[in-house]
Every structure is written in C-alpha cells, then in structure tokens.
C-alpha cells in the first residue's frame, strides 16, 4: 500500500472515530437542564474528570469511563460503542502515551477543555522506528445540581 493510500485510509478512520466521539452530546430538556451558578464551575474538579477519562481511555477501562458521562450521554454512547472506538482509536492512532492539558474555553452554559494527547504506535515497515503522534481532545462540563459532568466529548 503506498503513502498516499495509507494516508487516505488514516483520514477516513480519522472522521469515523471523531464523528462518534463528537455525537456523544447532550440535548438538554427541562428535567435535565444543566444548571449555571456563578461561581461553582471548579477548574481543578473539571480537569481532574478529564484526566480520569482519559486515563480509562488509555487503560481500557470502559466502566470508568462511562461512569464519569451524563445519563443522556450514557444513553448514545455505552460500552459497546466505547470498545468499538477504542479498538479503532488503537488500530488508527496506537496507545496513548501522555495527555497535557491545554486549556478551558470561556462559554456561558457548557465549559469545554482541551488536551493534547500523544499516541504512538509500531510502525509497519520492519525495523522502523515507533510513530508518534500528537491529537487534540475535547470535554465539554455542564453542571447539574451543583456537580460536573461530561456532556460530551471527542477528538478536535
């Protein structure tokens, strides 16, 4: 297979991952409206949960994942679809090797945060050297009744 074929292959694999990923959202409806109190965003507990997911995506580990995501999200995204991602995630892009935080963006509902996660994967040349690559990932917290959850999520 040439490099572009490769690279095609990689790209389509690429937007099959991200539209699953970014399909995990919540609508809200007006029993589970997320609820914004001045003030009680925590920064810390935020981005303490987005390194928890990431961690279970790294591990494998689809009950910790799916325990940290909204009901509604649990609803469209459960363990068969973490698995099937997750096996795509690895056939695409390796295992994940580090996760670095990057940023919160500033919205008056939803509060997205960014990180940079790095994969690495073998090569598939005998004797080449492991490839590595960099992506970045989304968390959109929402709060209802005064605790954070994850409303949604996916690779940028």
């Not at 795509?88 to 963006?105: H, N, R």
Request: charged share 25%; net charge positive.
């Amino acid at each position: 297979m040439n490099r572009y074929k490769c690279y095609s292959a990689g790209i389509a694999c690429l937007f099959s991952i991200m539209a699953v990923f970014t399909g995990g959202c919540v609508t809200q409806d007006k029993e589970t409206a997320v609820k914004q109190s001045p003030g009680v965003s925590s920064l810390a507990e935020e981005q303490a949960l987005g390194d928890k997911m990431i961690k279970a995506l790294r591990d494998n580990d689809s009950a910790s994942f799916l325990s940290l995501l909204h009901k509604d999200t649990r609803v469209r995204f459960g363990k068969k679809e973490f698995e099937d991602n997750r096996a795509e995630m690895k056939k695409l892009f390796g295992e994940i090797v580090s996760a670095q935080y990057l940023t919160a963006l500033e919205m008056p509902t939803l509060h997205p945060m960014i990180w940079k996660i790095r994969f690495c994967r073998k090569s598939q040349q005998k004797d080449a050297a492991p490839i590595y690559q960099e992506t970045l990932f989304q968390v959109v917290f929402g709060r209802l009744d005064g605790k954070a959850y994850v409303l949604s999520f996916g690779f940028l």
